[in-house]
Each structure stands twice: as C-alpha cells, then as structure tokens.
C-alpha cells in the first residue's frame, strides 16, 4: 500500500505511513522550521525510511497511547534523531522515553504549529488525540476510525460515549487520521444497522473500490462521519428507531452498538 501526502496548509505536509498489517502513523513537517513530528510509531524502520525519502529528521514523537504498536518505534526513534517523546500522563511509566507528559485541553507548539491535547478514554484510560486547529486535522489513535470507534479494552462505554462528545465538537470539516485501516470491516457492520442510509450506501461502495485497489480509506472527514459512523450517531433519533432503541438514552443506545460490533 502507498503512503499518501496530504497537502494540509500552505506550510504543513502530513505523510501518512502504512506499517506492520495495518496500523498507519503520521508525518508532520511544519515547513516554515523545518520541525517533524510523528504521532505514534508502530514500525521506526518504515518511519526513518519516510524521513529520509524527504530528507527530514525528527524532533517530536506524539502518543496517542501505550498499546505496543503504538509506540513500538519509540527507543529506536530517540536514539537515532534525539527527538522528544510527548505523551499522556496516565501513561507515565507505561510508554518508553516520554520526556513530556500532557493533559486535557493542553496546548502544544511544535515549530510554528500550535496542537490541542484532548483526553479521550475507553480504548485505555489515558487514550489522547492531537487536533491542530490550522490544519484541521485531528489524529485520533484507536479512539475514532474511520467509520468505527476502538474496542473497551480498559475504559468503559460512558468514558467513550463521552469522548465520542469531545470529537464531534471539533468543525466538521476536520479531517481524521485514525491509527489503522480498519474502515471495510467497519462499513460491513455499519451497513447492518443503517441498511436504509444512502450517505452510507455511497461511502460502502466507495470503500470497496479503493480496497479493491489496495488504496487507502483514511484520512477521512469528520463531517463524514457524522453521516456514516454508527458510535457517533447514537443520540439521533432516527438512528436509535434504526435499531430498535427509540425510547433508550444516547449512552445506552452506545453501548449496545459497542456491544453488538464485538460480537459481528
């Protein structure tokens, strides 16, 4: 699979990287500084061979959490460019070489590029999304896919419900990064419970043929989502008479689209 360029400002480039099965992290290159940041590193192999291609080296490592293809590059990445791992707090002691840690609602500038720092728990505990304002572009880990939400692996339902909240209050032109390609198995299980959403439907047959291509489907835009993803649509009402739960709460509507997706 290609790593595409994403054009995101007049003086940012965001390379995204395809590693191991299907995990993706990301470049940014504030081009007025010449600063590089990468968000999560799953393969430092596939990510140093990116920086050479574009003779860059790195200064900021970005994670979004602790799981291991998630910062697996870390040590590697440190030890070849010094460049300085950032990082929840939750997580400190559970991600290598963190010299920073950051909390909700925290503001970050990296060269010229200001970040937002947005806790989102349910994946894990200390899960936490990077949105750059200037780029509108959030990169959001295991939290949002494309079309899909992370497995409850230490948070709970209400805890993703509520994250789910903080995503779907950035602009929706926002376009989404998410950490794997995971967007057909996520359509399928959409489909199944808005058989009857043409915005759906479209985005179904759009995402077979860009896999048929071995093309990816990430990023994405938010505003899409908002269309298509079923764990962002829980609290509309014709998504809960979609499924039977017109008379359920929005977080009761939520985890039970949680429920049902781990069991599809």
Not at 31 to 39: C, H, K
Not at 178 to 189: D, I, K, P, S
Not at 239 to 259: L, N
Request: charged share 20%.
């Amino acid at each position: 699979m290609q790593s595409p360029d994403t054009a995101a400002s007049t003086s940012a480039q965001i390379v995204q990287v395809a590693c191991l099965k299907d995990n993706y992290c990301y470049l940014v290159n504030d081009a007025a500084t010449g600063t590089t940041i990468v968000i999560d590193t799953p393969d430092a192999s596939a990510i140093e061979q990116q920086l050479e291609q574009r003779g860059w080296s790195l200064d900021y490592i970005l994670t979004t959490h602790h799981h291991w293809d998630h910062i697996d590059g870390h040590e590697a990445l440190v030890e070849r460019y010094g460049c300085q791992v950032i990082g929840p707090k939750a997580n400190q002691g559970q991600i290598p070489m963190m010299e920073r840690t950051v909390e909700h609602n925290e503001s970050l500038l990296l060269g010229e590029l200001a970040c937002q720092v947005l806790a989102t728990p349910g994946h894990t505990l200390g899960h936490t999304v990077y949105y750059f304002p200037d780029l509108a572009a959030v990169f959001t880990g295991d939290t949002l896919f494309s079309m899909g939400c992370g497995r409850l692996f230490e948070g709970t339902a209400q805890q993703m419900w509520e994250s789910m909240q903080t995503l779907k209050a950035l602009p929706a032109s926002t376009q989404v990064f998410c950490g794997h390609e995971y967007t057909q198995a996520n359509a399928r299980f959409a489909i199944s419970l808005e058989p009857d959403n043409t915005e759906l439907q479209a985005r179904v047959a759009q995402v077979a043929l860009l896999r048929e291509r071995d093309l990816p489907t990430v990023p994405t835009l938010l505003s899409l989502e908002l269309q298509t993803n079923p764990f962002l649509r829980a609290d509309l009402p014709h998504f809960k008479a979609a499924i039977g739960m017109s008379d359920q709460s929005s977080e009761t509507v939520f985890t039970e689209v949680r429920r049902r997706k781990d069991n599809f």
